[in-house]
């Protein structure tokens, strides 16, 4: 158990930063589902609208450390390869 008043206030705020975190990768998860949806339906152009949408939220997931940069690069051109197979 933490015991010096500097230990107390880091448990604080990492469980503060915990749920901040897990929020955007929430929202971020969130977006990238609907692009997976789309492109389950064959709809070319939602599943484009919502790449459009989703690759911002992430790349603001990398800004704030939520997901590293190179994750994130991967997983927006395999969801950008499988748009592109559509049509």
């Not at 010096?4 to 990492?14: D, V």
């Not at 977006?31 to 070319?44: L, T």
């Not at 152009?45 to 800004?63: C, D, I, S, W």
């Amino acid at each position: 158990m933490a015991n010096s008043p500097q230990a107390r206030k880091r448990i604080r705020r990492n469980a503060a930063r915990t749920e901040v975190l897990g929020a955007r990768r929430s929202a971020i998860r969130t977006f990238v589902k609907k692009v997976e949806s789309a492109i389950a339906s064959g709809d070319s152009a939602a599943a484009k609208t919502a790449l459009k949408e989703a690759q911002p939220e992430m790349q603001r997931g990398v800004a704030k450390g939520v997901l590293h940069k190179n994750t994130a690069s991967r997983k927006i051109s395999r969801l950008s390869a499988r748009i592109a197979a559509l049509g």
